[in-house]
């Protein structure tokens, strides 16, 4: 069993095949898939999937870092209220708070950053409550992630999902007892590749990040001609990342797949 613990599944491009998406992936051995949320409405779309396909989607609600060039203060603030009321009314659905974090990315997204720590920090603060692990977006802001993390009262727990920093970077993370996983970045960043082989076996989950961060082969073609990255690719960052890690592909599936449980149980 592999569990993808990080797949846009409420996508539109997945709203003419979402059952067979999920069944081709399930077929493939990819039972348990982690649904992040963007923002209120995609968090809700999340919950609704996991109610439709229980036991086998699981949601993660909150607000993208993204979002805090998308909307004004006052409406992130009403969302991340209503936030919490989903969660109120569908603890059962909910393994996590994600994705959350801060991007850095570019001038606009630098020029907010004290809003968007302001509102990680926040999140933190909301899944601490409901004791929920976090999933952490970074862009070129590992420092100011970093930053909240470390000035909150409890140590969050929780990912860093496509992870995509330095080595250093990796292991300030590993530090402060996150786990880490990849997408497909490792099949085309031979930086981000280098640091697969340094996660410790118990901090490693797997993530297509779909439908964005679709594979590459070796002439950097994308893996698939729908340019829609699928849960069912991730047997093939699980097999790359077997092989950079010198293990057999059985061990590290049943040694991800048992970290994904222990830290969303699902
Ligand atoms: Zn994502």
Redesign the pocket.
């Given at each position: 069993m592999f569990i993808d613990t990080?797949a846009?599944m409420w996508w539109f491009s997945f709203d003419k095949d979402r059952d067979q998406v999920l069944a081709h992936a399930e077929a493939s051995g990819v039972t348990k898939i982690i649904v992040?949320g963007?923002d209120l409405k995609t968090s809700k779309l999340a919950v609704e999937l996991a109610k439709k396909y229980k036991g086998k989607i699981f949601a993660a609600v909150g607000i993208h870092p993204e979002e805090s060039i998308i909307n004004k203060q006052t409406d992130l603030q009403d969302q991340l209220t209503r936030i919490k009321e989903l969660i109120d009314e569908n603890r059962e659905y909910i393994v996590a708070v994600g994705?959350v974090g801060t991007d850095a990315y570019t001038d606009e997204l630098k020029s907010v950053l004290p809003l968007q720590q302001d509102f990680f920090r926040r999140q933190i603060e909301i899944a601490q409550e409901y004791g929920l692990p976090v999933i952490v977006?970074t862009r070129n802001s590992l420092t100011e992630t970093l930053e909240v993390i470390d000035q909150m009262q409890v140590e969050p727990k929780g990912q860093f999902?496509?992870f995509s920093n330095d080595e250093e970077g990796l292991r300030e993370v590993l530090k402060r007892g996150f786990s880490v996983s990849f997408a497909g970045n490792i099949t085309w960043s031979k930086r981000v590749r280098r640091l697969v082989e340094l996660v410790p076996n118990d901090k490693l989950l797997l993530e297509t990040?779909s439908p964005?961060m679709m594979p590459r082969d070796s002439r950097g073609e994308p893996l698939m001609d729908n340019l829609r990255n699928e849960p069912i690719n991730v047997t093939i960052l699980a097999r790359l990342q077997a092989e950079l890690r010198g293990q057999p592909l059985k061990a590290l599936e049943i040694q991800t797949s048992a970290n994904a449980i222990e830290l969303f149980r699902v």
């Open positions: 990080h846009h992040p963007t994705e977006h999902h496509c990040d964005l």
